[in-house]
């Protein structure tokens, strides 16, 4: 073990030194960052990226499309002493487990990150999205259920628990493989009250009842493991109704013309943002701290929602939110932070997760394979 | 007579065995000197990390290193009592869980118990967050008392020596790492929770936060040993550095409005988690430095007081996806050798030119993406996919009653029967190339029929080319992912997705290592089986 390590550390010094030698102002010239991909990468190489290299000529930035990985890929990188990527793009749930594990670095919100263009100071204009200490919210976003409009006829539902309902909406249903969602879903259609339903799913049976509920559809669910499958399946008309990220449903919607409608009710409201691994040497850290600062204020968040419709997690960023890039068509009303989209949210406990995720899970992949 | 039974000598006058034995050494050395550049590869690049992998299965270093004091008091304890354990086990949970925090290690600490009780994650994260608060009571009322009690120069020139304070004065950042301070003999025998405590604080300020104890006020764990110190033993002996400041702190403690604050109490005060008997039953069944939790999870079984035992019904996977695995392995094994054995043998069979047609159009889909492969198969067996549509459009299945064939363990034996057909053909059809045909001609004309013939004479030696292939198959297909993972559903999944899941996503790498133990072990014990059964020797891959 000791020889891997040694090279692997011979090589991070190499790398290291080749981008300390090129930094101008203490600052690392080069920029690696992880995402996830596809439109949604796009849509932070126009509204952070491209900006902020024309203001610093000589800057290269390189991608890595790793973000679904990120955590386990961060985990091998901090053992082997070796980390090769300045920022990353996460999810908040993984935000917090990078945090837990101390993979990723505490940051001081106020401190280093742009104030609202309002005056308020940045933890106040993040406001709740700041789930953890080491994260840096970028975007709202939900995962919410689209649907088939040719299949359900004059009959478009709009309540959560049309995918329970099998007689008024016959067919295949697409469902994320795995509990998060699902199960406080399962409990809200089974009669639970909003606010109860942490408490009870913490409880055995209340697991048993989610489960239970989910049985009821279980013969009828197509579960997914990429935010891609359910377009897709919509698009083949393979289920009437699915979940998915807001964002996928949008560009099959308004992009592709697909036939498919968007169900606004009790979409499970969730936040994308930054990390900074743990361990950055500091020229590095100085450009990813400058680049940072300059990502996430007020006007850069109010941008990206020109590419993709997903919110700004900035309460400043709202009201400058415009049209669309290309389509040109008024974003506000697809964001999931749109007043008439979110009259119904349910917003997922972190805190709740943490704690329950491996005990759930191993229930839930029980129940599946049962 | 007696010469001749002598050793035999080489013509230079050694004994001939020597002399061969050194030259077979030499030849030896030389064949392992022409293969050391890949043995070398493969032992560093391949055989080494998989090894180290393997070994997180049983490794469990993560409480003792993280809650040393904690599991040293708990090992005296008796776990399967019902009581909660001493006030000594509480203090001990104090300075290790505080510590932890301030090096940022707690929560990665509920996230290892957290897999065998669940609640424990977020105990750790909330008692880390909140256990200032004890040590503040302390530290206020000596800082109402001295404002110098807050302060690291006067902490330091009561805990450290004089040559250590002469070297660090003026240090800055730039200069590199501060020498070690070192707590003077004469106070850590009379304030042993204190020096321990300060001693703490200063390595962690001079090697992990890179700042000079001088200038870092002393955490607040420091304030509360050194009520523990000053409240049971007597310093007015002291006459070294700040013996004034002290004497004072020790007159204050002394005086009934002194507020104290009871460890046991504070911590279930944070958290009710620290009352349950059952967390602290998972520290001290889980501080030792090597676990078999790991296995026994990977088994469906956990430990408990009165050894392992079976998870809960609802819980148990593993034992059903390793079975799972095994016989869709052993499916698709099968129906390769089933669909493979008359191709390799019309391969066998053509004449060269046409023969190497076919072959090319058998390689053809092994040179083809893999995950292309795959997403062609989802085309063609979904509901609204190829073939459905054609069997509808046959009148064979009504538009309503369209068949179900992907998501599901039909949908990953066809894929992957379809993908591992080339590892199947290849080996029997080099096989069958051997068999001469006029072993069949001749068997015929001794009086054999065509099926006689085939069977008695032809099959036996096609043997080894259906055994190499099965082998591999059957090996390739045990260890398969991304294909189940696609069009497998959840009644079509092997146990190596469940590996990827807890490899990328819930990080529970011990348990992802001892499920590929597991595996490794049975094909290991399959192929001892194959061998013990048909034989090793009678494989042949050409």
Known sequence: MKVITSILATTALTVAAGSAFAAGHGMADSLTIVSWGGAYQNSQLKAYVEPYMAANPGVTVNWDESSAEAVAKLRAMNEAGNITWDLVDVEAADGIRLCDEGLAMEIDHDEQLAAGNDGSSASDDFGDSIVSDCFIPQIVFSTTFGYRSDMVGDNAPTDI?????????????????????????????????????????????????????????????????????????????????????????????????????????????????????????????????????????????ADQAAYISYGPARASSASLVGKHAELGIEMAPHMPTDPANAKNVFVTQYEFWADYRDDLDAKFQAWLVQ | MSEATGPVLAADGTPLKRSLSRALRMQKLRALALVAPLLLFVLVTFIAPIADMLFRSVENEIVENTLPRTAAVLADWDADHTDLPGDDAFEAAYYDVFIAAERKLHTRLGTRLNYELTGVSSLFRKTGRALDDIGEVYQDQFKALDKDWDKGTPWAELMGTQAWIDGAQGWKKADGPLDRLVVRDDIAALLPATAAAYQEFADFSILEDDKSPLKEEPWTLVHSALYTDLAALDVSGYGGPRAEMLKAADALVATPEFETINTREALIDIEDGWADHEVWQTIKTYSPKYTSGYFLNAVDMQKSPEGPIMRDEDERIYGLLFKRTIFMSLAITISCVLLAYPVAWILANLPMRKANLLMILVLLPFWTSLLVRTSAWKVMLQQQGVINDVLVWLGLVSDTERLVMINNQFGTIVAMTHILLPFMILPMYSVMQTIPPTYLRAAKSLGANNWTAFWRVYFPQSVPGIGAGSILVFILAIGYYITPEIVGGTTGTFISNRIAYHISSSLNWGLAAALGTLLLAVVLILYWAYDKIVGIDNVKLG
């Open chain 1, 161 to 301: 628990c049309a995918i329970f309902d099998t007689d008024a909406y016959p067919g295949k249903r697409a469902l994320n493989k795995r509990p998060i969602g699902n199960v406080e879903w399962a409990l809200l259609c089974d009669g639970v009250a909003k606010d109860d339903i942490y408490d009870v799913l913490a409880t055995e049976e209340g697991q048993d009842r989610a489960l239970a509920k989910l049985g009821t559809i279980k013969d009828q669910v197509i579960w997914w493991n990429a935010g891609a499958d359910t377009p897709q399946l919509l698009a083949d008309g393979e289920v009437v109704i699915g979940s998915t990220y807001n964002g996928r449903l949008f560009s099959a919607i308004a992009e592709q013309n697909q036939p498919i409608g968007m169900l606004w009710d009790a979409q499970m409201l969730d936040f994308d943002g930054w990390i900074v691994p743990e361990g950055l040497p500091e020229d590095r850290l100085a450009r990813v701290m400058d680049f940072l600062k300059f990502a996430t204020d007020t006007q850069r968040l």
